[in-house]
């Protein structure tokens, strides 16, 4: 999680890749094999940086729930 206030924009909040990034650094992990790996989460915000970084992502939640986060970031939505 990111200790960092909501107010405050910081590439350590989600949707950012901040804490991704972080833990890559940390634990010296060169050779993720992002294509192979899983994010999972139950907000859009969770499975953003996952999917930036090459993530297979998987939502938890109700598909309701999922589209209504979707209509909320979005400008247009086509079907």
């Known amino acids: 999680f990111?200790?960092?206030?909501d107010n405050i924009e910081n590439i350590r909040r989600k949707p950012g890749l901040g804490m991704y990034l972080e833990v890559i650094s940390e634990f010296r992990?060169?050779?993720i094999?992002?294509?192979n790996?899983?994010?999972i989460g139950d907000s859009l915000t969770d499975l953003v940086p996952a999917q930036i970084l090459g993530f297979k992502t998987i939502f938890i939640g109700e598909k309701?729930?999922?589209i209504s986060?979707?209509?909320k970031k979005s400008d247009k939505i086509y079907e």
């Open 2 to 5: 990111s200790p960092d206030l």
């Open 29 to 31: 992990i060169e050779n």
């Open 33 to 35: 094999d992002f294509e």
């Open 37 to 39: 790996s899983y994010m």
């Open 64 to 66: 309701d729930e999922l």
């Open 69 to 71: 986060q979707i209509e």
